[in-house]
């Protein structure tokens, strides 16, 4: 699990820049500064994102004052509690928003979510007694045989060798199979069905160890990035692509283009509202040349019927 903490402020050009130090379940610590502003933007992105007026998380509050150091050291941390509660809730941290935000990999919850699924099914290994927890450890193998072989095919080998030390101890525990109250034909079922979990796992097994017997993962991914640029040649890897296998890497690059569109999106609708503001402003400048106009003409009228009393009190007066 991610650790967040905002160990300092620096203030730079005016603005105070909140530090953030996340700490990964590997040790590695990321580090990124952030504004105030985009705190509360963060905050409208992921009530935009999932449709909702409902934000269970606590900011500070804005003030119309100038901020003093107290008011930072108190905003640093809340804004901490406010980061660490955020990133514990699945539902909410997994998106482009927070990753972007955290400067995290953009796989980072999704790996994350997988191996305490993984852990969270590892854990359930037991002992059989009838026939009813039989046929439910049987679906529970039958789950981890599926997720063991999309790992796999994501040459995600750690997770997969997790996955199959489960299933060996499940296994194990399904056999023998409890016989009360079975009739014949269900018994030959689930032999059948546990014949099919062992060829499974054996397939399993024999792909894991040709992945695990083939080359470094570094050397065995694809040479997607040249060391050295040329004229017209792929850019370098980064230091954010690099620890990314081909699928990992596909779907980033899947995330930057739906990002993007969303973006031009976003730009597209702020554009049709700068559009719908011009029109209504010419609208409103068109009324109000209008009132001129008329104000003009009516001073017109006003000015030639003064210069007729004015005529009309000289007569009086000779």
Do not use: H
């Amino acid at each position: 699990m991610v650790s967040i903490e905002i160990p300092r402020t620096i203030d730079s050009e005016g603005t105070t820049l909140y530090v953030i130090e996340c700490t990964l379940d590997n040790n590695r610590i990321t580090q990124t500064r952030r504004r105030f502003s985009e705190f509360l933007a963060l905050k409208t992105n992921l009530l935009r994102l999932y449709n909702t007026s409902s934000f269970p998380f606590q900011l500070p509050s804005k003030t119309l004052f100038k901020v003093t150091d107290e008011t930072k050291e108190k905003r640093r941390v809340q804004l901490s509690n406010f980061l660490n509660d955020l990133v514990q809730k699945e539902e909410w941290r997994d998106n482009i928003y927070v990753r972007e935000f955290l400067s995290l990999p953009n796989s980072y919850f999704k790996r994350l979510s997988n191996n305490q699924n993984i852990n969270f099914s590892l854990g359930k290994n037991r002992n059989v007694s009838n026939s009813s927890e039989w046929l439910q450890l049987a679906n529970e193998v039958r789950t981890l045989i599926q997720t063991g072989r999309t790992q796999l095919f994501a040459k995600q080998t750690l997770e997969a060798r997790m996955i199959l030390v489960g299933i060996q101890g499940k296994l194990q525990s399904l056999d023998p199979i409890p016989q009360d109250s079975l009739g014949a034909g269900e018994l030959s079922k689930r032999k059948n069905m546990l014949v099919g979990f062992k060829r499974d796992y054996s397939e399993l097994n024999s792909l894991l160890n040709e992945l695990s017997r083939s080359s470094p993962q570094e050397e065995s991914k694809p040479r997607l990035f040249n060391t050295r640029r040329i004229l017209g040649g792929p850019e370098p890897e980064t230091d954010s692509t690099r620890p990314l296998e081909n699928t990992e890497l596909l779907q980033s690059q899947q995330t930057i283009m739906q990002t993007q569109d969303q973006k031009i999106e976003e730009l597209r609708s702020a554009i049709q509202r700068q559009r719908e503001l011009g029109t209504i402003i010419n609208q409103e400048l068109g009324e109000q040349n209008e009132l001129i106009d008329e104000l003009d003409d009516q001073l017109d009228v006003s000015t030639d019927k003064m210069k007729i009393a004015r005529q009309k009190v000289s007569k009086v007066l000779r």
